[in-house]
Each structure stands twice: as C-alpha cells, then as structure tokens.
C-alpha cells in the first residue's frame, strides 16, 4: 500500500511539473533551462513541452 501512494504522489507531483512548465513557457517566463530548473524537470522534457504548445497554436 505504501508504494502505490508513493507512486500516485510522485506521478501527481510530476504532472503539476508539467502544468507549471506550460504556464511559464506559455507566458514567456524564462528560457527552456531556467523553467526546466525551477520545475525540476529535464530540459528534453521542457524542450518537448513546448513544441506541443507550438504544435497547439500553430
């Protein structure tokens, strides 16, 4: 039981990583490794974020 709500914690975590990412990128706030540290996600994983968000608007 204790290693699936680790597992639902960090996949939550993860995914509020992403959502911040997303908002950063979207408001122009930083470069890809600045969002990429304060979120504490790779860079690749940024990098990706915002290629989906371009893909979106585009």
Known sequence: ???L????INER???ERI???AKLLQKNKGSIEEIAE???LPV???QQ???ELKGISA
């Open 1 to 3: 039981m204790c290693k």
């Open 5 to 8: 709500l680790e597992d639902r």
């Open 13 to 15: 975590l993860t995914y």
């Open 19 to 21: 959502m911040l990412a």
């Open 38 to 40: 304060l979120t504490e």
């Open 44 to 46: 690749d994983i940024v």
């Open 49 to 51: 974020i915002e290629a």
